[in-house]
Nanobody
């Protein structure tokens, strides 16, 4: 059964960093793109960043530019989201899904359960 599992969320102070992981099982990220999404309290889910299977292309939404970095390790079948300079408004649940980057509407397979990120002093 193909699935993605997110991890790495937690509580961090404003200005701090977190590195989220999205690990695949049952399929290979060498042939699937992956996108990170987030759902802030009371808001709809939004795209954050995505990466193509061979990491030849990465894409960032404006909210992530200059602060977040997406990367992948095919040996570990894992995609990462390094988040720096976190702000309270980044608080929410972060999800990953597989599909065709950079078309967020086509990144809709094997959704993970999400990982909570809380930015608070």
């Amino acid at each position: 059964q193909p699935q993605l599992v997110e991890s790495g969320g937690g509580l961090v102070q404003p200005g701090g960093s977190l590195k989220l992981s999205c690990t695949a099982s049952g399929f290979s990220l060498e042939t699937w793109g992956v996108g990170w999404f987030r759902q802030l309290p009371g808001k709809e889910r939004e795209g954050v960043s995505c990466i193509t299977p061979r990491a030849s292309t990465t894409q960032y939404e404006d909210l992530a530019l200059g602060r977040f970095t997406i990367s992948k390790d095919d040996a570990k079948n894992t995609v990462y989201l390094q988040m720096d300079d976190l702000k309270p408004e980044d608080t929410g649940v972060y999800y990953c899904a597989a599909g065709r980057c950079p078309y967020y509407r086509e990144i809709n397979k094997f959704w993970g359960q999400g990982t909570q990120v809380t930015v608070s002093a």
